[in-house]
């Protein structure tokens, strides 16, 4: 199956400010299947970026995603007090028909 | 509005079944175009994949759990289900279900994510 190891474990930046997070698979997976999520605590995720660069609907315009093949990043252009959560990159192997889930980078809001 | 809600016991003893059901609202669980999966979180730490159904196919598992857990649809209730046997106390988490996008004519999941999410049901496995 393919692993997704996202980086830093954390990052720790003031409001306006740009957050940089990267994914990186360890080996190439359909195209550009990367979806990115957010969570906070005591919510279920959610759906901020798939296709690899699509943001889901209604989410900000700050949110961007890039990359391709085996390496990704989300960018958060100017960092809101509410964007503290941690965020997870996901992908789908169709070799194994499997899902999987990088372990998560949590953006603390100084 | 498209709603998930997930139910079940939330507390197992060692070595029975873990059961969970999850129930669409606002939609059909037979709609084309559609995948429901499941999804785990242990206290504190990030998320893992338990498997994911399309209506009219077949489950297909993480192979960490493919021995133990099995996912069904009933259209006629408009839920899909997870039953995980030989529960352990490792299996301690907050189990959410969600809906993803399906290609048909591939038979595999396409990249649009997943969009809808139950609120997630916490399951403790303790005697």
């Known amino acids: 199956d393919i692993v997704l190891t996202q980086s830093p474990g954390t990052l720790s930046l003031s409001p306006g400010e740009r957050a940089t997070l990267s994914c990186r698979a360890s080996?190439?997976?359909?195209?550009?299947?990367l979806a990115w999520y957010q969570q906070k605590p005591g919510q279920a995720p959610r759906l901020l970026i798939y296709?690899?660069?699509t943001r889901a609907t209604g989410i900000p315009d700050r949110f961007s995603g890039s990359g391709s093949g085996t390496d990704f990043t989300l960018t958060i252009s100017r960092l809101e007090p509410e964007d503290s959560a941690v965020y997870y990159c996901?992908?789908?192997?169709?070799?194994?028909?499997?899902?999987?889930f990088g372990g998560g980078t949590k953006v603390e809001i100084k | 509005q498209v709603q998930l809600q997930v139910s079940g016991p939330g507390l197992v003893r060692p070595s029975q079944t873990l059961s969970l059901t999850c129930t669409l609202s606002g939609g059909s669980i037979s709609s084309a175009g559609y995948y429901w999966s499941w999804i785990r979180q242990y206290p504190g730490k990030g998320l893992e994949w338990i498997g994911y159904i399309y209506y009219s196919g077949k489950p297909n598992y993480s192979q960490s759990l493919k021995s133990r857990a099995t996912i069904s649809v009933d259209t006629s209730k408009n839920q899909f289900s997870l039953k995980l046997t030989s529960v352990t106390a490792a299996d301690t988490a907050v189990y959410f279900c969600?809906?993803?996008?399906?290609?048909?004519?591939?038979?595999?999941?396409?990249?649009?994510?997943?969009?809808?999410w139950g609120q997630g049901t916490t399951v403790t496995v303790s005697s």
């Open positions: 969600a809906r993803g996008y399906y290609d048909r004519w591939n038979t595999e999941p396409t990249d649009s994510g997943m969009d809808v």
């Open positions: 296709g690899a660069s």
């Open positions: 080996q190439s997976g359909n195209d550009n299947y």
């Open positions: 996901q992908q789908y192997d169709n070799s194994h028909r499997a899902l999987s």
